[in-house]
């Protein structure tokens, strides 16, 4: 018998650390964009904001897909661990290379658009880097070292900044500068990063695992580049139907609402590996009680921040927004965090088959259909109509994703345990659209709320750290989720 506390009690433990993770681009923007916006020009900082864009763009496409693949492989492949490392390897050299090729195409051909050749080359080049760091991260998940992918999503994402920023201040105020000190960091922390690969054990180097590695990991590009385009996509649709205005209430609001997904994904680090340790004759049902403590979770975040939404937008932007708009559309996108645990449970049956291809259709067609959703839904309602666009991309996603895992997978994860946390985040969305916020009684009914809801979520979190009783394990032996 396996205790669920071997369970949901790693996954809690771990995914609250890789949520740290998270926290490192937020630190970023909150302690070093103010000094950098100051001490540039705006056309300067536009020069920087775009080849940001660029290399964030370049990271995506040159790591091909591979960290998904890398810590799929280190967990079910039959190199393990060794075939992961030298994959990483084999794929860090040819990210960068490829970096390179790239970077000296557009400076050889004027390719550079309002970007000058030498800001675009270092850009993408830091962007290779960054590919084979994320390789690295993956290695540290597949090994359940959470520490060490902390400090690498630190590295990159809080500390490079404040080189850069560090480097203007003190040298030159210049893009080329900023984005060189990007590429310096990125190439010391690579340094360090791969010296401890190499000594973290045997590498092994047959081409047959990097050529399977890829047919996991390149389907997975469209469908991450799309992932990643939700809120910037909600954003545009924004901008073009609503004027400036509309975007930019649109991005702090959907900054604000995604936050709960945002934090649900950080959990899938933990999750992924711990659920591909597990026999697959046992995966089913700890997959499902897994699945049902993260969905529960995400439901009871999302309404607790659509609860607090006034007071943390009032926080975040001056009294010229409209505020009456942004509420109600930060608790709609808050609502997508549930489902976007339920696709994140779905996809580990994906990855874990290694047969990922559907991926790179789905996914860009749930993004459009959602998008298309938005515009729409805007003409009818408003600003808050991207939020209904939002949730619908991962209504899509999860269902996609559910009728692929059913398709490629002998597991099933059973829809019942997700029914009562999405009926739970659909009527607190609701709530929190509705209630007001200017007036006494309403105050007090959104704090009771939020008070209520993040005590229930405690007793949630800490329940599933201590684990159950002893009559309430779960059997291995026996799975009905499991069809052979």
């Known amino acids: ?83 992961a490392r030298g994959v990483a390897v084999l794929g860090a050299i040819l990210a960068f290379g490829t970096a390179l090729v790239i970077a000296g195409a557009c400076a050889f051909f004027g390719v550079s658009g309002w970007l000058s050749e030498s800001v675009l080359a270092a850009a993408i080049a830091t962007g290779g880097l960054g590919a084979g760091l994320a390789m690295v991260q993956a290695l540290a998940v597949a090994r359940e070292d959470v520490w060490e992918f902390v400090a690498l999503a630190f590295g990159t994402s809080l500390i490079a900044p404040a080189v850069g920023l560090g480097v203007v201040v003190v040298w030159r105020q210049d893009p080329l500068a900023y984005v060189l000190a990007l590429l310096c960091t990125y190439a010391c922390i ?127 932007v001056p009294r010229s927004y409209d505020l009456s708009a942004m509420v109600p559309l930060s608790a709609t996108v808050s609502m997508s965090a549930v489902f976007a645990a339920a696709f994140q449970g779905y996809s580990i049956l994906v990855v874990a088959s290694g047969r990922t291809r559907a991926f790179a259709i789905a996914t860009p067609l749930a993004l459009g259909l959602g998008l298309v959703a938005s515009a729409v839904a805007v003409r009818i309602v408003g600003l808050m109509g991207l939020g209904v666009g939002y949730v619908l991309t991962y209504v899509l996603l999860a269902g996609v994703t559910r009728a692929l895992a059913r398709h490629v997978s002998r597991v099933r994860l059973r829809d019942a345990s997700l029914l009562l946390p999405v009926a739970w985040a659909l009527v607190g969305t609701c709530a929190a659209v509705a209630l007001p916020w200017d007036s006494a009684w309403a ?38 989720s499991f069809n052979p």
Request: hydrophobic share 55%; net charge positive.
């Open 1 to 83: 018998m396996i205790p669920r506390v071997s369970i949901v009690g790693r996954l809690l433990g771990r995914g609250s650390i890789y949520t740290l993770a998270s926290a490192a681009p937020i630190l970023a923007g909150i302690l070093v964009t103010p000094f950098l916006t100051r001490s540039m020009g705006v056309a300067e900082y536009g020069v920087v904001a775009a080849a940001i864009v660029v290399m964030q763009f370049a990271v995506g496409v040159l790591a091909m897909g591979l960290p998904v693949a890398i810590t799929r492989h280190a967990l079910t492949e039959h190199s393990g661990h060794a075939g």
């Open 190 to 316: 690579s340094v360090v990063a791969y010296s401890r690969v190499l000594r973290k054990g045997r590498i092994g180097l047959p081409l047959a695992d990097l050529r399977q590695s890829l047919r996991v990991g390149l389907p997975l590009v469209p469908h991450q580049l799309a992932i990643n385009s939700v809120a910037g996509g909600s954003v545009l649709v924004g901008g073009w139907l609503l004027g400036a205005t509309g975007s930019a209430g649109a991005q702090v609001s959907l900054y604000v609402g995604a936050v709960p997904a945002i934090i649900a994904s950080a959990v899938s680090y933990a999750w992924m590996p711990i659920i591909l340790k597990v026999p697959e004759a046992e995966r089913g049902v700890q997959l499902e009680v897994t699945t049902r403590v993260v969905s529960w979770l995400a439901a009871l975040g999302s309404t607790a921040l659509g609860a607090i939404a006034p007071w943390v937008l009032a926080v975040l």
């Open 443 to 480: 105050i007090a009914c959104r704090v009771v709320i939020a008070a209520c809801v993040l005590g229930a979520a405690g007793y949630v979190f800490v329940k599933g750290l201590r684990g159950p009783k002893a009559d309430e394990l779960v059997g291995a032996g026996e799975n009905p």
